[in-house]
């Protein structure tokens, strides 16, 4: 890819980025944050990491997430993740599955961009939500898996 169409690829996704989250703003429903840890498998950049994460509902069926991740391994700096929930299956607004697909951004030595495709596993209680996200970086072929809490 060239560097120029990744300069409008990047501006693309950032201005629709912009676009979902003033909607999620505005509407003000679904917001919730969180974190956990991270564990990316890659034979090159196996860690264990920190992770910050947000999600907000867009419509009834699509939750827009975020998250940030810190890794403690070195040459392994952060990853930032952009994804698009689908809500596949709702068991009893008790538990759902969510397949998704996204951007990721991994900073090493270098940066890569690449598009990441996942599904999350999230048990619902009352003030909690617990999420398990496995989730494939196609790229840079690696495997990442997450879990935490949200509020």
């Known amino acids: 890819m060239s560097q120029v169409n990744l300069i409008k690829m990047r501006r693309l996704i950032l201005s629709l980025t912009l676009i979902v989250c003033a909607q999620i703003i505005y509407s003000q429903e679904g917001i919730h944050f969180g974190g ?14 920190v992770q910050a994460k947000f999600s907000g509902s867009i419509s009834e069926k699509f939750v827009l997430h975020g998250n940030g991740t810190y890794y403690f391994k070195k040459g392994t700096y952060y990853a930032i993740d952009g994804d698009l929930h689908y809500q596949f299956i709702n068991f009893k607004d008790q538990f759902l599955i969510n397949p998704f697909a996204g951007i990721n951004l991994t900073r090493t030595t270098k940066t890569n ?19 398990i996200e496995p989730k494939f970086i196609v790229d840079d072929s690696q495997f990442i898996i997450s879990m935490g809490i949200m509020l």
């Open 36 to 49: 956990g840890v991270a564990y990316n498998t890659d034979s090159l950049m196996r860690a264990l990491g």
């Open 113 to 131: 961009t690449s598009l990441n495709l996942g599904i999350g596993f999230v048990v619902m209680r009352e003030n909690f939500h617990y999420y």
